[in-house]
């Protein structure tokens, strides 16, 4: 069965410094991953993805991830935290084959990023 | 307009009555999706459908029904609403497998 882990309820950064928020998936054959983000009272907005090729996903706002195979994880990064990156931040993964283009959803991390 | 148009956005009902929830798109999109997201449990799928014609029950159908009214509306109904389906729901839609999700922006639903 295919699943997806944030292990991390909450990540804490000081505005300026670098940024990691982790995920680690379960699947069988290649997943395709992605990274959402959900402000307050908002819906989710896409951020990035990986399908195929580079390992490192460039996305919206200055975020990246790097898709790490032997480790089965798709960690979100950012160079230098703003305090508008506070929001919740869900990874998503799918099986290539068999589960109709469905995600599942991780349980979500919330970045607070201080000033 | 918004892309996905939720409605209503908040919801207050009693337990035993029946609601739905309204979703429509103009992204001309063909798969459409209702999740729910629960505090710590992250979003967990409803039902889904690919085009009117088809309806597939997803992780969480129980309690749930669906209607794919045309191409551009998604309703999902709660024929009997009961307190542990308060819950933030989400309307999404794609057009192909390998693309990402576009959300509505949710409707909060209370039962009590």
Partial sequence: ????????????VAEGNPLTVKCTYSVSGNPYLFWYVQYPNRGLQFLLK?????????????????????????HLKKPSALVSDSALYFCAVRAPRGSQGNLIFGK???????? | DAD?????RNRITKTGKRIMLECSQTKGHDR????????G?????????????????????DGYSVSRQAQAKFSLSLESAIPN???????ATKQAP????????????TVV
């Fill in chain 2, 85 to 91: 389906q308060t819950a933030l729901y989400f309307c």
């Fill in chain 2, 4 to 8: 996905v148009t939720q409605t209503p």
């Fill in chain 1, 50 to 74: 990986y399908i195929t090729g580079d390992n490192l996903v460039k996305g919206s706002y200055g975020f990246e991830a790097e898709f790490n195979k032997s480790q089965t994880s798709f």
């Fill in chain 1, 1 to 12: 069965a295919q699943s997806v882990a944030q292990p991390e309820d909450q990540v804490n």
């Fill in chain 2, 98 to 109: 390998t693309d990402g999700y576009t959300f509505g922006s949710g409707t909060r639903l």
């Fill in chain 1, 108 to 115: 979500g991390t919330k970045l607070s990023v201080k000033p």
């Fill in chain 2, 32 to 39: 459409m999706y209702w999740y729910r997201q629960d505090p």
């Fill in chain 2, 41 to 61: 449990l992250g979003l967990r799928l409803i039902y889904y459908s690919f085009d009117v014609k088809d309806i597939n029950k997803g992780e969480i159908s």
